[in-house]
């Protein structure tokens, strides 16, 4: 080539080399980094001055509370005591007692169970019993009387809820020994003796008398 063309061309590879490489920097700069190209982020650097996090632990679940009246249970001796509802009427109630031989021999019932009422406590109150019929409860009297391994026998226990004077007196269970010498079962019964301070109870029998 002549020198005096080498020396035209020469400015015009100089401007077309500049331009070559500002289009690369151009390009450089609108291409996505490698990490945001496949989508993964940079996770940024932890501050060391950050409290880290307290676990928390569920609270339990509050415990159901006990139950206050133990579930019929056949005592030592294979006697069941439960007890139905308080019928009423005219001022005076009266509830039916039933003692069921739960073991595997006979057992013998005759006479009267002994019977108290008790407070919320579970505490005896001082009520008078009472070995006669009454408005609510005729008493059959004692008699001899043997359960065989699934037989019943039955009393009822009355009062009247007549208030004469002072306030009135409220048990909340019966405590039923149905012959002596068996432990005493618990009834969630609710006594509402008005002011009488008494309770009838008639003698154990196949079937209330009339």
Do not use: K
């Amino acid at each position: 080539m002549p020198p005096s063309r080498a020396r035209r061309l020469a400015p015009l590879l100089v401007a077309l080399a500049v331009a070559a490489v500002a289009g690369l920097v151009l390009l450089a700069a609108r291409l996505p980094a490698a990490s945001d190209a496949a989508g993964i982020g940079v996770p940024p650097a932890p501050d060391p001055t950050a409290a880290a996090p307290v676990p928390t632990t569920p609270s339990p679940a509050p415990a159901p509370a006990p139950s206050t009246t133990a579930a019929p249970t056949c005592s030592p001796l294979g006697l069941l005591i439960t007890a139905g509802g308080v019928d009423a009427g005219l001022g005076h109630r009266a509830v039916v007692v039933t003692v069921t031989n739960c073991g595997d021999r006979p057992r013998e019932v005759t006479g009267y169970a002994d019977i108290a009422v008790l407070d919320g406590a579970g505490r005896a109150m001082p009520f008078t019993v009472a070995h006669e019929s009454t408005y609510m409860v005729r008493d059959p009297g004692p008699a001899p009387l043997v359960l065989q391994p699934g037989e019943s026998a039955v009393t009822g226990v009355s009062w009247s809820a007549t208030v004469t004077d002072g306030g009135l007196t409220e048990g909340q269970a019966l405590r039923v020994v149905p012959v002596p010498g068996d432990p005493g079962q618990v009834l969630p019964v609710w006594v509402d003796a008005g002011s009488t301070g008494e309770i009838g109870v008639a003698a154990w029998a196949t079937e209330l008398a009339q």
